[in-house]
Structure formats: structure tokens, C-alpha cells
């Protein structure tokens, strides 16, 4: 499944799973198919022979079941749902034994895209990338990790394509700080739903002292906000 923004219909998403076995283990799960039970990046080799999936940073997931990624040679953030592989299945997907393996159940791709660097001010950026509001929403789909500041955001939604844009704010002295920008393009007056939207930090030197932290502005249907994101370091 192709989308570019993932209306999320369900507000209970699953949390990711606490633990992963390796492709020696035969256990199996029961999962709830109506829901994703992680969010990965989706990084296939340079021909898209093969993909794996980059849970955290510290565990990448071998599908066993599926060889080239549904997106093609680009690098994606995606919902998954999966569950543990069969005997039978570890058999067939032949590939590392120590590398934690899964059976993808579906798949579905985040709306993936490169930040942009601020123009000379905020009035200026509004003007370029909009002035909409919206609400970020702090849960576990929210959040810094394996290179990407991933948001889910709630904001009117009828039947027009919106466009929201990160903005690193080099014109503000603070390390790390961006603004989220809302272009609704006209479509203000339909009913309140969610959606998610990852960036990429490319050219960003992420930084390794777990004290740091992301911030991240926006305008909201009460005024300006802000939120501070911890970097996500593998032994957090």
C-alpha cells in the first residue's frame, strides 16, 4: 500500500513490540492485522534486490517473506505490521541467523522528505510555506530516530491535498531548531483527522550527547507552540 500522507483511522495504534527473536527461534505470534506494530525506515541496496527494515538504532529486521521493497530504490519511513516467521518461512527467506527476521503482514509508506533551510525569517517562510495550523501529537510515532524527526499531526482535513514543510531556523540561535509549516491550499473546513510525515536530517551531525535535543515549532489552533525531542541513541 502506496499513500502519500497515512490518515490514521484508529487513534490506538500498537506500540512497538519489546522484544525481537533471532531467525533461530520458531516462535510464533498472534497479531492484530488492523494495526502497525512498528515504524521502521525501509532501506533497500542500491538495485533493490533486497531490503531490510531499520527498527531503531540499533536493530535492523530481515523480511523473509518479501525480496524487493514496494517503494523501489528510495529510502522510506513506513508503517508495518509483522509477526514472527515459521520454521518454514525462516527456510525460505536464507539470510544471516543472527539477524532478527519477520514475516511483513502489510506495509505502508510515510510520506518521506528532506527538510529545507529557513529563509531570511519566519514572516518570510510563512509566506513561501504557509501559515495553517495544526497540533503535533506527542506519542510514540512522534519522535527522532535513525536519522529522521518523524511527526504525527491532527488538523482539518475535506477532500484537498496539504502540504507541511520542515524549516531548520539557522536565523534562530538555538542548536537544532526547526518550524513545521502548514499550506491547508483552501482545504480548512472538513473534520479533524490525523496523519504522519517524516524528514530527513541529512546534513544534520546528529549528535551523540543523549542531553541534546531537537526543537521543533509550529503554529497551533491556540497560538505558537513548542516541543523539545530527545535524540534517540540506541542505549537510551
Not at 55 to 79: C, I, Y
Not at 90 to 113: E, F, Q
Not at 161 to 190: C, E, M, W
Not at 201 to 213: A, C, V, W
Request: hydrophobic share 35%; proline share 4%; charged share 25%.
Amino acid at each position: 500500500m502506496k499513500k502519500g500522507f497515512l490518515c490514521l483511522v484508529c487513534i490506538g495504534l500498537m506500540g512497538v513490540a519489546a522484544a525481537l527473536q533471532s531467525c533461530s527461534d520458531n516462535e510464533s505470534e498472534v497479531t492484530n492485522l488492523a494495526f502497525p506494530n512498528a515504524l521502521v525506515t525501509v532501506k533497500p541496496n542500491a538495485n533493490n534486490t533486497y531490503f531490510v527494515l531499520q527498527l531503531n538504532d540499533s536493530t535492523t529486521l530481515w523480511p523473509v517473506n518479501m525480496h524487493q521493497s514496494p517503494f523501489g530504490k528510495k529510502e522510506v519511513r513506513a508503517l508495518v505490521n509483522y509477526r514472527m516467521p515459521t520454521d518454514a518461512e525462516l527456510d525460505a527467506g536464507g539470510i544471516d541467523a543472527d539477524m532478527p527476521c519477520v514475516y511483513i503482514n502489510w506495509i505502508d509508506s510515510i510520506r518521506t522528505k528532506p527538510f529545507i533551510n529557513s529563509l531570511d525569517s519566519d514572516e518570510e517562510n510563512q509566506k513561501k510555506y504557509g501559515s495553517d495550523p495544526l497540533e503535533i501529537i506527542d506519542d510514540w510515532a512522534t519522535g527522532v530516530e535513525d536519522g529522521y524527526l518523524t511527526l504525527r499531526f491532527r488538523t482539518t482535513w475535506g477532500s484537498g491535498k496539504h502540504i507541511v514543510n520542515l524549516v531548520h531556523r539557522q536565523d534562530v540561535n538555538t542548536p537544532y531548531y526547526f518550524s513545521l509549516y502548514h499550506d491547508a491550499r483552501g482545504d480548512k473546513n472538513g473534520k479533524m483527522g490525523d496523519a504522519i510525515v517524516a524528514f530527513k536530517l541529512d546534513g544534520i551531525k546528529i549528535p551523540q550527547d543523549r542531553s541534546e535535543t531537537l526543537t521543533l515549532e509550529w503554529l497551533s489552533y491556540s497560538g505558537r507552540k513548542t516541543i523539545r525531542l530527545k535524540f534517540h541513541h540506541s542505549e537510551d
